[in-house]
């Protein structure tokens, strides 16, 4: 089922629902599936920077999750065929929020985010500003603080978004509109947003040879979860969902599953 969302802040939002191969097995309608299998679980997966909704790799990471839940997945304010510009992870809270809200009007009890970089940043401001409006909390290969510059790919990342000839290439050359506005007022960090979450679950995910940010990272945002968030350092892995395959994944969604009741 495809559709789109409308935000807080009247943003179009295309979005993509899927009743899951083992939950809902034997329903034609997604709708009448939602409605008579209420506790089940469904993850909503938010892409990194420049994915969408389309792209084959949050295709593949919400193929392997279907297995185990219903997956909505969707593309952030600026991305594909959704409206806006992105705001690179502040407003972008707000698409996450829509897309919350539609899981469980569509009938799920259990709502697991799943974010991948920017948008595992998102998934941690989202439930430290949205307090228990989610079960669980993933967040794979996610800064920890704002304006880091201190990798090669970081700073080709802040040229795209603060450059006018960048966000032309962000437009033209990875279908993703960058606003021109920096942040006032600066958003809730991570790092912060970390520290606010209990006492929903919460799993950090990291690759050791993540090329974006290196491991200080991860280890501020469990260290700022006060023992309560759970972290996994992924050897030889690198960053976000290209790096995460199909066993690591599926390691996410039994935590998932077991942690969100």
Same mark, same amino acid.
């Given at each position: 089922?495809?559709?789109?969302?409308?935000?807080? !802040?009247?943003?179009?939002?295309?979005?993509?629902?899927?009743?899951?191969?083992?939950?809902?097995?034997?329903?034609?309608?997604?709708?009448?599936?939602?409605?008579?299998?209420?506790?089940?679980?469904?993850?909503?997966?938010?892409?990194?920077?420049?994915?969408?909704?389309?792209?084959?790799?949050?295709?593949?990471?919400?193929?392997?999750?279907?297995?185990?839940?219903?997956?909505?997945?969707?593309?952030?304010?600026?991305?594909?065929?959704?409206?806006?510009?992105?705001?690179?992870?502040?407003?972008?809270?707000? !698409?996450?929020?829509?897309?919350?809200?539609?899981?469980r009007? *569509?009938?799920?009890?259990?709502?697991?985010?799943?974010?991948?970089?920017?948008?595992?940043?998102?998934?941690?401001?989202?439930?430290? *500003?949205?307090?228990?409006?989610?079960?669980?909390?993933? =967040?794979? =290969?996610?800064?920890a603080? @704002?304006?880091y510059?201190g990798?090669?790919?970081?700073?080709?990342?802040? @040229?795209?978004?603060?450059?006018?000839e960048?966000? *032309?290439?962000?437009?033209?050359?990875?279908?993703?509109?960058?606003?021109?506005? !920096? @942040?006032?007022?600066?958003?809730?960090?991570?790092?912060?947003?970390?520290?606010?979450?209990?006492?929903?679950?919460?799993?950090?995910?990291?690759?050791?040879?993540?090329?974006?940010?290196?491991?200080?990272?991860?280890?501020?945002?469990?260290?700022?979860?006060?023992?309560?968030?759970? *972290?996994?350092?992924?050897?030889?892995?690198?960053?976000?969902?290209?790096?995460?395959?199909?066993?690591?994944?599926?390691?996410?969604? !039994? @935590?998932?599953?077991?942690?969100?009741?």
């Open positions: 089922m495809r559709t789109f969302l409308r935000t807080a !802040d009247g943003i179009p939002v295309d979005s993509v629902y899927d009743p899951g191969a083992a939950v809902y097995e034997g329903f034609a309608d997604p709708l009448a599936a939602s409605s008579s299998s209420s506790r089940d679980l469904v993850f909503v997966i938010a892409h990194g920077f420049t994915g969408d909704v389309d792209r084959p790799h949050v295709r593949r990471v919400a193929g392997v999750l279907r297995a185990r839940g219903a997956v909505l997945t969707f593309s952030f304010r600026g991305h594909g065929r959704s409206g806006g510009r992105s705001t690179v992870g502040d407003k972008e809270v707000l !698409d996450l929020a829509a897309a919350v809200a539609w899981a009007r *569509l009938g799920h009890a259990r709502v697991v985010t799943v974010g991948f970089s920017m948008g595992g940043s998102v998934v941690l401001r989202h439930a430290a *500003l949205h307090p228990g409006t989610v079960d669980a909390v993933v =967040s794979v =290969s996610a800064p603080r @704002w304006y510059r990798t090669a790919p970081m700073r080709r990342l802040h @040229w795209l978004v603060t450059r006018p960048g966000r *032309l290439v962000g437009r033209y050359g990875l279908r993703t509109r960058i606003h021109h506005r !920096d @942040w006032d007022p600066v958003p809730l960090s991570p790092v912060q947003a970390a520290g606010r979450i209990a006492p929903t679950p919460l799993l950090i995910v990291h690759g050791d040879r993540d090329g974006y940010f290196p491991l200080d990272h991860p280890r501020m945002l469990a260290e700022a979860a006060g023992g309560h968030g759970e *972290l996994w350092i992924e050897a030889g892995m690198g960053h976000a969902e290209h790096a995460a395959d199909d066993a690591l994944v599926a390691r996410i969604a !039994d @935590w998932a599953v077991s942690a969100a009741g």
